[in-house]
């Protein structure tokens, strides 16, 4: 069965903190896709980052970074020298082609930056 | 490119009416859309799955003769809410795959919000 757990359901940090989003997920798929969106207050989901599981290699974009681990399931995501802007709900989500293809998301982890 | 477009963005409607939200592949073409339903504060649950010209696939729990979905073309895929009740007012979320590309590609749409008075 898939499945996406973000155990964190709310995190509040001060602006220019660092923050770790965790994501641990299950799946008996040798080929899956995990992603990271950011949905702000308008609802929107934003794309930020698609990992395929042929590759761990760590990824960096900006104040962003990404760990993935198939040793431990995990991928998780950090956010360097947060901003108010950041606020927002972040999911985690699961796909593979043995299901289709569907999205598995995780409950999403509410951040909050207090300026 | 890869835009996904929903209309209307949010709608209000009166209990006991039908409401029906458009999702289109903007710049490309869609083999498969996906519609997804979001309570406050909780995650996106699937809804149902559409492949243009056949008839729709529902996830366990949700009525099909409820949520009436149409793929007829390759950009354009409808959600129906039929007999909207309160509790069905929720965030809809769609989203598409491409009809060429990678399997795992999917583009989101920015959502209808549905209240139903």
């Known amino acids: 069965a898939q499945k996406v757990t973000q155990a964190q359901t709310e995190i509040s940090v001060v602006e220019k903190e660092d923050v770790t989003l965790d994501c641990v997920y299950e799946?008996?798929?040798?080929?899956?896709?995990l992603f990271w969106y950011k949905q702000p207050p308008s609802g929107e989901l934003v794309f930020l980052i698609r990992?395929?599981?042929?590759?761990?290699q760590n990824e960096i974009s900006g104040r962003y970074s990404w760990n993935f681990q198939k040793s431990t399931s995990s991928f998780n995501f950090t956010i360097t020298a947060s901003q108010v802007v950041d606020s927002a709900v972040y999911f985690c989500a699961l796909s593979g082609p043995n299901t289709g293809n569907q999205f598995y998301f995780g409950t999403g982890t509410s951040l909050t930056v207090i300026p | 490119g890869a835009v996904v477009s929903q209309h209307p963005s949010w709608v209000i409607c009166k209990s006991g009416t039908s409401v029906k939200i458009e999702c289109r592949s903007l710049?490309?073409?869609?083999?498969?859309m996906f519609w997804y339903r979001q309570f406050p504060k909780q995650s996106l649950m699937l809804m149902a799955t559409?492949?243009?010209?056949?008839?729709?696939?529902?996830e366990q729990g949700v009525e099909k003769d409820k949520f009436l979905i149409n793929h007829a073309s390759l950009t354009l895929s409808t959600l129906t809410v039929t007999s909207a009740h309160p509790e069905d007012s929720s965030f809809y979320i769609c989203?598409?795959?491409?009809?060429?590309?990678?399997?795992?590609?999917?583009?989101f749409g920015p959502g209808t919000r549905l209240t139903v008075t």
């Open positions: 710049d490309f073409q869609a083999t498969t």
């Open positions: 559409s492949n243009e010209g056949s008839k729709a696939t529902y």
């Open positions: 990992r395929n599981s042929f590759d761990e």
């Open positions: 989203s598409a795959r491409p009809h060429r590309g990678g399997t795992y590609e999917q583009y």
């Open positions: 799946t008996r798929d040798t080929t899956y896709y």
